[in-house]
């Protein structure tokens, strides 16, 4: 009941707003999808390809799967029959082995490249200037046609510093909308802008998320330390 209650504040939040929600479901057990899943929610998001797996395997086939944590290359195989969308591209030999992965199953994988935009060293991803070079190689992306570049995620520096917050969310979306501008590959469309967790999704609607990643607002706080 509290799920429902919980999901249903952020849907109310969201109305009349650019931004849409993925529930990030990981370490919470099959029975809380299956709750939410039953009023009829089907975008979930997890951050471990065998967590991923072991619940797609246990839950109705009409989910959309986002994987939102890094990924090792050797585990792509398991997840590219089914992820709705990739969230955590974080560099080029991830992009190279979902194609590879993708191609053999004659699929196309929706992908957003991760962008660096906090302080702390330890969160992934591409720096602006990387992004950018790979956005524009169009000969390197016609050699990559079973990946889609959907647009691009960002997480923010964990800080209380929410002015701090938002310059960094303001710097993606000017980069992403000058991207949409200065890029012409055919396998990209940079139409979703990730950004926005339980600490600080008003701030990234407020910049122009299309998709905030909210984890323990809904399901409530995890047993463990998990990014
Ligand atoms: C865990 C996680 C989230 C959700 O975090 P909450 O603070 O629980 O909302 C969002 N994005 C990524 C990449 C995550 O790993």
Redo the contacts with the bound molecule.
């Keep these: 009941m509290a799920l429902k209650e919980n999901l249903n504040h952020f849907l109310e939040e969201l109305k009349g707003t650019q931004a849409n929600l993925v529930a990030?479901s990981?370490t919470k057990p099959v029975e809380m999808l299956t709750e939410l899943y039953e009023t009829g929610w089907r975008a979930f998001?997890e951050?471990k390809v065998q967590e991923m797996q072991e619940k797609y395997e246990a839950m109705p086939k009409d989910i959309q799967w986002h994987l939102?944590?890094t990924l090792q290359t050797n585990k792509i195989k398991y997840i590219v029959p089914f992820v709705y969308l990739i969230?955590?591209v974080d560099r080029l030999k991830v992009l190279k082995e979902i194609n590879k992965q993708a191609a053999k199953i004659d699929r196309v994988i929706d992908c957003l490249l991760q962008i660096h935009i906090a302080e702390e060293e330890t969160k992934s991803g591409f720096d602006y200037s990387e992004a950018k070079a790979l956005l524009q190689d169009n000969d390197l992306l016609q050699s990559l046609p079973n990946v889609r570049i959907k647009g691009l995620m960002g997480?923010a520096t964990y800080t209380e510093d929410m002015d701090k917050v938002r310059k960094e969310f303001k710097g993606l979306k000017a980069f992403w909308e000058r991207m949409k501008l200065e890029t012409s590959a055919s396998n990209i469309d940079l139409t979703e802008l990730s950004m926005g967790?339980?600490?600080d999704y008003q701030i990234a609607v407020e910049e122009g998320s299309t998709l905030i990643?909210?984890?323990?607002?809904i399901f409530g706080q995890?047993d463990y330390a998990?990014?």
């Design positions: 990030v990981k998001g951050n939102i944590g969230h955590s997480m967790m339980s600490g990643r909210v984890g323990s607002a995890r998990d990014s």
